[in-house]
DNA sequence: CGGTAACATGTTATCGATAACAATTTGCAG
DNA sequence: CTGCAAATTGTTATCGATAACATGTTACCG
């Protein structure tokens, strides 16, 4: 292979010299105008190209938002994501993802690995970490957003809604319908804090509304998925029907349960109700339709990207942007 | 905010050079033990986080492989993605990863500026690209992998499988069921290059089988999802019944038009069977089980993590791996 | 105890772009 | 023309880590 083209290169190939043809090749308008374009002609046609480690490390500016997301195998931060990569595009700025697999010693291996790149600006999900990790994070003295939640004690800025609070309409509406019994789907471990927050307002409104105590039904350990709600309700068996109302941490959880109780011959919404949570396609198109609650994951996402934008404008007090959640009726309850 | 810590700051904390701290942090056996320990407490206690913009620089070698998916809200992409992602995770490899939304020129635009990062290798999907996207990467002589696919004319080295003939067991299948009037539910535009690929290995088996010419259902711009499969269905209402059998593009899609179906009160799969592609959760979680073609998402990310790595151990011709693909019956045809 | 191999650490130059400052050229009023 | 501000271009030093080469130190042999 050749050797790299550098703005020496091009330098010498116009005659100039190399700080011409950077301030050319950035459009700066000190340049004349004449010599401009004939850098940037020169430039391409020598094959030149743009050497961003080089920039990154000159100054200290690596162009890189760095994004953890607990999952990207699930469609709502999968729309976060787009919904913040899209808003982002123009900006230039890339964003450098990673997965914690809702594991907190994972997200503070992962967050010193992106630290190393010197990102920008860190957008991180949930507000629940490591003390090293927030020591880390805190020591850098970057621009964090914490999104998908509303942390009481944030690091920085936050972008969400509050999952306990997002659970009341539901508890509400079953209590609307009559409803006696009730039971909430969830992760085993502590590994999926937001869903750990959903399940306490769950308990908690229950108890306000004068349920007796709900029973936590646990499917195993985060992420829970379709599988592992419809291997819960296999498990339970015909006994799922102590229950009238069966709230789950996500809708693939609810249509897993959903499924398996129509495979036993169950009738939803009229033995019991199912509710889910997140607002996910499958909710929507499944039959019979899937109560839900909608928490507008695309617009986390571009409020996240709004907010970082304001916030490489100049530097700001801690955010705290609450996209709410709303109930969706559907037809399991 | 304080200045950042450099290996001259744990260098002279400990009292050797700085060579011998960056010896030390990369382990670097010719260091001797006590002074390596001695040199990464004090790192860890002065707070040092390495640089790796500078070490790109230096180097040359950015650390990153750049990765392109059509989309990552898609559970088979993002299983591939994991599997490349975690496969990649001991290397120290980051994946730099940008979603094309399934247009040839997003795609483009995407790789260039990929490309300026350096990356030490490409991951793309599918095996379409425009003219300069093909120049780009070819000019720039990194190695290059195309997955989810098998082009006849590779970039460079190929992960996948043929979409086209995956779908022969499909009708092959349907054909052993006596269905007769078969139609197909795809995309509307180009953008899918491998949804038009099982569509046209669908409609050449179903003419080697004797079938009369399938109907091919036009769902709506890529990327096609439940929704579409759904709107599709309620649109050609009872009409639908015309045909025994649906074969769909993914299985999302199959779910949609599943669950029009059983609103519509018809049978599945006695009125009519309906197959999905990609061995999704909902398909084998819906109640009935879609009858689907499994492609191992996960283990096409893990393939081509493992060619990486042999890539980069040293130069070798074009590597073709096909992971193959198998038909996984459900209840619905 | 001298000598040499094996081991351990240090020095210097450099990757490419650009901030900060310096110098030169141009344009135009007087 | 002269002079001086504005416009344009150039010079130098630097970001942090590390390859290549150089030097120092230890261990062990005869």
């Known amino acids: 292979m050749v050797a790299r083209v550098t703005m020496r290169d091009v330098a010498q190939a116009v005659g100039v010299s190399p700080m011409t043809v950077s301030r050319a090749l950035r459009d700066d308008e000190t340049v004349s105008a004449k010599t401009r374009t004939r850098i940037k002609e020169t430039a391409s046609s020598l094959g030149y190209v743009y050497d961003i480690s080089a920039t990154a490390f000159r100054t200290q500016k690596s162009g890189f938002v ?6 990207i195998n699930n469609a709502n931060f999968a729309h976060t994501y787009r919904g913040l990569s899209e808003a982002m595009s123009p900006s230039g700025i890339q964003l450098l993802l990673g997965a914690t697999n809702y594991e907190v010693a994972r997200e503070e291996n992962l967050i010193r690995q992106l630290l190393a790149r010197n990102p920008e600006a860190l957008v991180v999900t949930g507000g629940h970490h490591t003390d090293a990790t927030r020591a880390m ?19 920085g800025h936050s972008v969400g809604f509050s999952n306990a609070d997002a659970m009341v309409p539901v508890v509400e509406h079953l209590a609307a319908q009559g409803r006696q019994k009730l039971a909430f789907v969830g992760a085993s471990n502590g590994g999926d804090a937001r869903g750990r927050e959903r399940r306490e307002g769950a308990v908690l409104a229950a108890r306000r509304l004068g349920f007796p105590e709900i029973d936590l039904l646990d499917a195993g350990p985060a992420p829970v998925s379709m599988r592992q709600g419809a291997g819960l309700t296999q498990e339970l068996g015909r006994d799922v029907a102590r229950y009238d109302a069966i709230m789950c941490v996500s809708d693939p959880v609810a249509f897993g349960v959903l499924s398996e109780c129509r495979r036993m011959g169950l009738s939803v919404p009229d033995d019991l109700a199912i509710t889910g949570f997140g607002h996910f396609d499958v909710a929507a198109i499944s039959h019979p339709r899937i109560t839900t609650v909608d928490v507008s994951a695309e617009r986390i996402g571009q409020n996240v990207a709004e907010l970082l934008g304001r916030l490489f404008e100049g530097d700001m007090g801690p955010q705290r942007i609450d996209v709410g959640a709303r109930l969706i009726l559907g037809e399991t309850g």
Chains 1, 2 share one sequence.
């Open 66 to 71: 760095a994004v953890t997301l607990p999952s």
């Open 137 to 155: 994070i805190q020591s850098r003295g970057l621009p964090v957003i914490e999104m998908w939640d509303l942390p009481k004690d944030p690091l």
